[in-house]
């Protein structure tokens, strides 16, 4: 999936809000189909605790890198 933003001219509301749902429906439907390449987010129950931040620092590299 590869989507490109061209901020070359101003969009109407109504252009903007149909932008958004195809951009939107192409990314669930690319998860859907190959959910192997889903980013897994971690998770810990609230109050249960803290990451490590070696973890953070896992998590975080890849996401911000591509």
């Known amino acids: 999936m590869n989507i ?17 749902l ?9 998860g859907l189909r190959q ?3 889903a980013v897994r987010i971690p998770t810990i129950p609230s109050g249960g605790g803290r990451f490590p931040p070696s973890l953070a620092a896992a998590f975080w590299q890849p996401v911000l890198s591509e």
């Open 4 to 20: 490109r933003f061209t901020p070359s001219r101003i969009e109407t509301w109504e252009e903007l809000r149909a932008r958004i």
């Open 35 to 37: 959910p192997e390449f």
């Open 22 to 30: 195809a951009e939107t429906s192409a990314f669930l439907t690319e």
